[in-house]
């Protein structure tokens, strides 16, 4: 199981902060946000600005998604 969790501008486009999903072994960053645009098409443009966090840690599209993993999805800030 996956935790999901949605900040800014990814939790408006997706309507919601976060949630659980079950991936497949080996699933990666990458299928799992595609799998998210795919659920949420108006979100997508937003989705593939993100940055994501694996638990806590900057993911790369390619990183492999444990069981057991969070996501965090962030838009990019701006501010001071």
Aim: glycine share 12%; proline share 8%; aromatic share 4%.
């Amino acid at each position: 199981m996956l935790e999901l969790r949605y900040f800014a501008a990814a939790r408006a486009a997706l309507g919601r902060a976060g949630e659980t999903m079950t991936v497949d072994d080996g699933a990666t960053v990458a299928e799992v946000v595609g799998r998210l645009s795919a659920g949420a098409p108006e979100a997508a443009p937003v989705l593939s600005r993100c940055s994501v966090l694996l638990d806590g840690r900057r993911a790369a599209p390619d990183d492999v998604v444990p069981d057991g993993a969070t996501l965090d999805v962030l838009p990019p800030f701006a501010g001071g």
